[in-house]
């Protein structure tokens, strides 16, 4: 029989699933308790764009392709899960970020357990208590994307991968590509890996699977064929194989460019490594690879075993590579299944070479937690903190501004703001709103729209994307062009000089912290068209 040296020395099967309900219990309640103030907002950015209407298609009629949106031809198990929720509970946001977050507490049990097989408990615990409080993660939890459920199906793939447990290994990864395309990524690379370890000579043996194992490198394949099954379907039912064509554009004809992908690896690194804190992480492990190992009872502590440790860079750099090269938006939540390995592998470290270890690690999650609260000093996605709640928030108002004013206003947006108006079931606004829609609030497409004014009666504009107060880079202008050439980066106009260039006023405006959303008006419309204002 195969050693399996990560599972020696610990109770029996039963006790250790006990324990993981346990500890998935305990985690979320403490995720519902954190996450309170925000499971009642309104869906957010492309949640309200794609996946709470796929989810709602399917939820409704029990379709995996969904019709109320282009299909982008992500695998649906994410959505099956939210429409089962609204099955069983009702339709509303509370149900579906408390379905999110045990989506988020079976991921941190998960990550908790891939910890346990790779290192001592110790450092297993403080992996699980900074990603927990990471921001990146923590927003993420209650928020209906796809990627914190891959992310948390990978974690516990990979545990079953140390463990030598491949039937279960095998069933993870499938699952997790069907939450996410790109989380076929692990199993692949894995199989590579595996593949070449027979070829490795002795010098190079540790940093491959130990001989012990019952190696099948094929089986790693295998969960692409539940994936390839469902893209077969979707070509079958829509005639497109990878989403619909803008799709397949945006995120990947449009990307291969041999400047973009050295620019969009340099984010991703820095996402992986420096990202709202992570800096700190990543400077105390090297800065701790200096020192000698510490001792526990004359003993140097352990390191996570060579392979392990390559194996997860084997994981984290096809991520980064695939990360670079196809995906038009350079979203953090992407990365999600790799920061984590770096978090533990970086804990490991300080834990076993630095004396004062628990102090680091304090002052990280320090750092995380702030991160949630403050905004960087350059462009970042909203979703990545709690910036996304000051942005419901105001828009959120915007909306009842809307209805209680100008309830039957023809209304200029921009999307997201056209489906927040357009659609009530996404929480801002009780009856729909006719909407006409520009791109942004730039001078090109404002421009466009003062030429069609008879065709709207009020303007709901906001800030489409964040604009620090004290930019960092900002007065250098190569970097300028080349996130407006390769990143999609723009300067919205703000609201008065918009209300200018459409002849018009600004009648409500809010703004908060490098955004803003505005409501704009004509003296013909306050007078006469649309309803007053209530009385106060």
């Known amino acids: 029989m195969p050693s399996r040296p990560a599972r020696e020395a610990r109770p029996s099967e039963a006790p250790r699933w006990t324990r993981d309900l346990l500890l998935f219990a305990l985690l979320f309640a403490a995720q519902m308790l954190l996450h309170a103030p925000l499971l009642r907002l309104p869906y957010f950015w492309d949640e309200a764009g794609y996946y709470v209407p796929a989810a709602r298609d399917l939820y409704l009629t029990g379709t995996l392709i969904p019709h109320s949106t282009p299909s982008n031809a992500h695998p649906p198990l994410v959505m099956a899960w939210l429409a089962l929720a609204w099955r069983a509970a009702g339709f509303s946001t509370l149900v579906t970020r408390t379905a999110m977050l045990a989506v988020a507490a079976f991921t941190l049990v998960g990550l908790f357990r891939l910890a346990r097989a790779a290192a001592p ?3 297993a615990w403080a992996t699980l208590a900074l990603t927990a409080v990471y921001p990146v993660f923590f927003t993420q939890s209650s928020l209906a994307h796809v990627d914190l459920a891959a992310a948390g199906l990978t974690f ?4 079953a991968y140390l463990e030598d447990r491949q039937g279960a290994a095998v069933f993870w990864f499938s699952l997790a590509g069907l939450a996410k395309e790109t989380a076929i990524l692990t199993p692949l690379v894995l199989f590579a890996w595996e593949a ?4 490795a000579s002795a010098r190079w043996r540790a940093f491959f699977p130990p001989a012990t194992r019952s190696l099948r490198a094929w089986r790693l ?21 990878l989403g619909n064509p803008e799709y397949l554009r945006y995120n990947l004809t449009a990307t291969l460019d041999p400047l973009r992908v050295p620019l969009a690896l340099g984010l991703r690194l820095w996402q992986a490594l420096g990202y709202f804190g ?3 992480l990543t400077a105390g ?13 004359g003993v140097p502590r352990p390191r996570i075993a060579p392979w392990i440790q390559v194996a997860f860079l084997a994981v984290f750099l096809a991520y980064l590579s695939f990360m670079s090269v196809a995906g038009g938006a350079v979203l953090a939540r992407y990365l999600l299944p790799v920061v984590p390995l770096v978090i533990l592998v970086m804990v490991s470290t300080i834990w076993r070479r630095v004396r004062y270890w628990r102090i680091v690690v304090i002052l990280v999650g320090i750092a995380f937690v702030a991160g949630l609260f403050t905004n960087p000093p350059y462009g970042f996605a909203l979703e990545d903190n709690l910036a ?4 419901i928030a105001m828009h959120a108002e915007a909306a009842r501004f809307l209805s209680l004013r100008y309830p039957h206003a023809r209304v200029l947006t921009a999307w997201p703001a056209s489906d927040e108006l357009s659609r009530p079931w996404l929480g801002y606004v009780s009856r729909p709103f006719p909407v006409v829609r520009v791109e942004d609030f730039t001078p090109a497409q404002v421009g466009i729209a003062s030429r069609s004014a008879g065709q709207f009666d009020v303007a709901l504009v906001f800030s489409t994307k964040y604009q620090p107060t004290r930019p960092l880079l ?16 723009h300067r919205d106009l703000p609201p008065e000089e918009i209300a200018a260039q459409l002849g018009a006023r600004v009648v409500f405006q809010k703004n908060s912290d490098g955004q803003w959303v505005a409501v704009i008006a004509w003296e013909r419309e306050e007078n006469a068209r649309l309803l007053p204002a209530p009385a106060p």
């Open 278 to 280: 992570l800096y700190l």
């Open 285 to 297: 492990g090297l800065l701790a690879l200096r020192r000698p190992a510490q001792a526990s009872n």
């Open 474 to 489: 900002e007065d250098w202008l190569p970097w300028q062009h080349l996130k407006e050439k390769y990143f999609g980066y």
């Open 121 to 123: 408990p110790v450092v």
């Open 196 to 199: 070449v370890s027979p070829a």
């Open 388 to 391: 996304y709640r000051d942005y």
């Open 156 to 159: 516990w793939g990979l545990a």
């Open 221 to 241: 394949l295998a969960p692409a064929l539940p994936l390839a099954a469902w893209y077969a379907y979707h070509y079958a039912r829509t005639g497109f194989l």
